[in-house]
């Protein structure tokens, strides 16, 4: 059973930086896509950035030069490394794997960015 663990949210100012990790265990690391989705109040959960086993990278454009996402297959982590914070990325940041393998994803349990104007 695939199991991801989350950790690094938090509460920042307007322009900060936060860093979120993502530990996946149960799934083979050279036949996953991870990344990182968000969900505001209100608004449906939308991909924020994704790479595969390979180092492919995929971003929304609304993060576009201030988010990097980055991943250790070793470790079976991914991380998000957010600058230029605004408070607009407030919200739930859910991590995802898809496991090429069986075709399904899954997910974290999320953890709670929020930025303070």
């Known amino acids: 059973q695939v199991q991801l663990v989350e950790s690094g949210g938090g509460l920042v100012q307007a322009g900060g930086s936060l860093r979120l990790s993502c530990s996946a265990s149960?799934?083979?690391?050279?036949?996953?896509?991870m990344g990182w989705y968000r969900q505001a109040p209100g608004n449906q959960r939308e991909l924020v950035a994704d790479?595969?086993?390979?180092?492919?990278?995929n971003y929304a454009d609304s993060v576009k030069g201030r988010f990097t996402v980055s991943r250790d297959n070793a470790k079976n982590t991914v991380y998000l490394q957010m600058n230029s914070l605004k408070p607009e990325d407030t919200a739930v940041y859910y991590c995802n794997l898809r496991d090429l393998r069986i075709m399904r994803n899954f997910w974290g349990q999320g953890t709670l960015v929020t930025v303070s104007s």
């Open positions: 790479i595969t086993s390979g180092g492919g990278t």
């Open positions: 149960g799934s083979d690391s050279s036949a996953n896509t």
